[in-house]
């Protein structure tokens, strides 16, 4: 998949384990693509978000701190 600027995706999924295996992949490859990766969330969701992507194998510290990867609720 590749989105151009100014495209946008739509997810379903089914469940909360669905929905982390997918936006953890997706937040993954635009990390490793070397684009910046905005993830907005649920305000009050802040530690749950980064206990997720630290599971699914995303360093949130060093991603927040380099600027690559901004989450924002």
């Given at each position: 998949?590749?989105l151009t600027e100014g495209?946008?995706?739509?997810?379903?999924?089914?469940?909360?384990?669905?929905?982390?295996?997918?936006?953890?992949?997706?937040?993954?490859?635009?990390?490793?693509?070397?684009?910046?990766?905005?993830?907005?969330?649920?305000?009050?969701?802040?530690?749950?978000?980064?206990?997720?992507?630290?599971?699914?194998?995303?360093?949130?510290?060093?991603?927040?701190?380099?600027?690559?990867?901004?989450?924002?609720?």
């Open positions: 998949l590749h495209e946008h995706l739509v997810v379903f999924y089914s469940s909360k384990v669905d929905k982390w295996r997918l936006f953890s992949a997706y937040i993954r490859q635009g990390l490793r693509n070397g684009d910046r990766v905005v993830y907005a969330y649920p305000n009050g969701d802040s530690e749950v978000v980064r206990k997720r992507l630290k599971e699914h194998r995303i360093d949130v510290e060093k991603r927040e701190k380099n600027g690559s990867l901004v989450l924002v609720s």
